[in-house]
């Protein structure tokens, strides 16, 4: 598993912690100080810019987990790769994003471009 | 026509363009000064070094353009899309790349990350 993959796959377990505390400590520990995080419904700043909308994801689809849906693609410094939001795992997901991982040369994540390749049915 | 859309065309007008000083005038008009430009075959910064990773391209794929692959997926200052190198225009690609443009409050481009989804036959 290469850097990036693990990098991946701690950021969705941030997605993916059900305890605050906890979150912010893992934001703390993967991101740095001040990186952005922009997706179509969110932009953001820093640790506790992310950790909102993190909490407001969870509390908007609760009982749901963010998985990875196919697999990570990264070179260089980056990474890119396609996110469900699943009942359980391996299901259908309901949503599918993409997202694009950017690390510094310690391996915290600088910033995360984020689209939306599936959104929930209304 | 977004301006994010626009953004793309003049980006890819770049690596179509055939005079080297029309290139450099307006890679600066279009990138910030220490922008990155990051492939998988190059990790380069600024407009001199992006400057050079095209002018490669455009000696290795002589007489092929970059269009447009489908549309562009954008919000905020970010955009995502597909190239194509081809042979003529609307052929089929010999190669398919995946870029996001990150841009600045002015629209400058301050970042490219790029990936690749087709790559050309030995």
Same mark, same amino acid.
């Given at each position: 598993?290469? %850097?990036? /993959? /693990?990098? !991946?796959?701690? &950021? +969705? %377990?941030i997605w993916n912690e059900a305890d605050a505390d906890k979150r912010a400590a893992a934001i703390a520990e993967l991101f740095t100080a001040d #990186? $952005? &995080?922009?997706? $179509? +419904? *969110? *932009? !953001?700043e820093g640790h506790e810019g992310f950790g909102a909308v993190v909490a407001g994801a969870r509390d908007q689809f609760k009982g749901l987990a963010f998985e990875l849906h196919g /697999? !990570? %693609? #990264? @070179? @260089?410094?980056?990474a890119r790769f396609q996110w469900g939001l699943v009942t359980e795992p391996g299901a259908e997901p309901i949503a599918i994003g993409f997202d694009v991982l950017v690390t510094d040369a310690e391996g915290k994540i600088k910033a995360v471009y984020g689209f939306l390749d599936k959104v929930p049915a209304a």
């Amino acid at each position: 598993m290469s %850097d990036l /993959t /693990t990098t !991946v796959s701690r &950021y +969705l %377990d941030i997605w993916n912690e059900a305890d605050a505390d906890k979150r912010a400590a893992a934001i703390a520990e993967l991101f740095t100080a001040d #990186a $952005p &995080y922009i997706d $179509p +419904l *969110a *932009a !953001v700043e820093g640790h506790e810019g992310f950790g909102a909308v993190v909490a407001g994801a969870r509390d908007q689809f609760k009982g749901l987990a963010f998985e990875l849906h196919g /697999t !990570v %693609d #990264a @070179h @260089h410094d980056q990474a890119r790769f396609q996110w469900g939001l699943v009942t359980e795992p391996g299901a259908e997901p309901i949503a599918i994003g993409f997202d694009v991982l950017v690390t510094d040369a310690e391996g915290k994540i600088k910033a995360v471009y984020g689209f939306l390749d599936k959104v929930p049915a209304a």
